[in-house]
């Protein structure tokens, strides 16, 4: 059979270096729901075998956080969603107690599909699962990723014990799919149920994510403004054009709130200060 010659890649469009922090809501919508169209169908591990439902993950496509636990139990394989038993209650009540909702985050699982009797993920089921972890945090670019339990935690801080770092924030490899995202530590919300102790421990601990994420803001470069109209070469000093009208940006559905979804706003860079040493300074003299 002949080759056919292919078609010019004209109505290719162009790659750009970052392509997903230049998505629109909408898009990244669009991206999130292939992926759980995708994981709603998946055979790569054996808990395909024993599943209800996947859990692929819920929330909002614009959020700057996202929550990561370790796998459906009972509830979450019955309505196919994460967060929906009694781990779940306590997890809407501690994010309601920094004045979010559930909704404005982003809530998924290291594995999508339900461990039976809720065993412990294994090694190859969280690796067979991991690219779709990966895809959800590349479509979402989030500034913070909270890991809830040991597993989530292992995913996105190797090595470190919960017992010493909950509370607590560090960069987290880009290689997990968030780019430009620190990781801070909580324990799991079911471990309240086993030992009263935590319960206060992660009552504490959530009140750290709102300073958690601004810091974790001022480490990622400025977010891009929508394109721009290339200015043309000027030629000679011209009266200002009328204003245009300004464009009022759609409102997002959910409730208002200006810390997981303050990835709109307009940055303004602000010159870093350099400290330097009496050596460096010298170059200068
Ligand atoms: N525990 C988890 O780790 N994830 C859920 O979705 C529910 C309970
Ligand atoms: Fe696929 Fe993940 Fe479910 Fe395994 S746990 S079947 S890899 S979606």
Redo the contacts with the bound molecule.
Sequence with gaps: MAIEQSEPRSNVPPVTPSPAVQLTTEDRRAALDEIAAEVRVCTRCRLSQTRTNA?PGEGHPDTEVVLV?????Q??DLQGR????A??SFLTQLVRSIGWQREEVF?T?VVKCRPPGNRDPLPDEMAACSPYLQRQMDTLDPALVVT??RF?LQAFMPGARIGAVHGTAQPVDPGTGARNAHAYAMY???AAFRQQALRETLQLDITGIPAALQAARRTRPPQPLPPQPVPSEPVAPEPEPPMPDPVIPEPVESAVHDLPRDRDRAYTPVPAVVEMSDDQMSLFR
Excluded: K, Q, R, T
């Excluded at 636990?69 to 139990?73: F, L, Q, S």
């Excluded at 994460?82 to 038993?85: E, R």
């Design positions: 859990v636990g370790e796998g459906p139990g509830h979450e994460p967060f929906v038993g781990a779940g809530i699982n809830l339990g989530s799991h919300p079911a």
